[in-house]
């Protein structure tokens, strides 16, 4: 899941404030962001509450409206809600940052105000915490070392082995995080495949990596 956290109040007031506010319609979703506790119905309502009641305590006389769609990453989503957008002047979303590119360019007339900054692809991690596991290299090499992604969890993103700064199992960017390749050598030793650490891998295939600009997908559903 993609995994996103809301802007402060404050920023996301400025955001709607430099756009001249006026109607404002908060739009949230039902997918990532809503597990990650960020912008789904309940997260849409109390900003909802929290621009009326700005707009109240300042005589701005914003009127501010809300909507949740299942995915805002879809058009056919965004289209779905083309009355209210009809009705605002400023759409705020609480879509991660693909739910507020997709519903940009459905909406080319309105500005929206990303409300959520997007962080990473990761898993829930119990309550309220969430670890990020993917970077969307393009090239998972995950079976080589234990289903623990090196790209993601090294803070070095070291393919071959860690880098001798490890103590006690943390990482030594933070204590507080493990290290990768810690957790690599242990997943590795239980699965009885510490084989698998002596191959050398050769440069990763880094082309298919964002550096080279957008990457499409394009799926071939014709049997072969
Ligand atoms: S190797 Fe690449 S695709 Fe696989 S989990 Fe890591 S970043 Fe994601
Ligand atoms: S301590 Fe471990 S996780 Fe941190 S950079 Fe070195 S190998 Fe990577």
Redesign the pocket.
Known sequence: MIIGEQKPLEDIISMVESEGGGRVLVVGCRSCVAVCLAGGEEEVAELSDSLEQHSDSKDLGWGVSKVTLQRQCEKDFDRSIADLVEQSDVIVSLGCGVGAQVMSEVYPERVVIPAIDTSAMGSPEGKGRWKE??????????HLSGGI?P??RCSKMLQNGPCGGSQGGKCEVSPDRDCAWQLIYDQMRRKGRLDLLEVVLGPKDWSKARDGGTRIVVKDRRRK
């Open positions: 596991r993917c970077s969307g290299c393009g090239d998972c090499t995950v992604c790209v993601a």
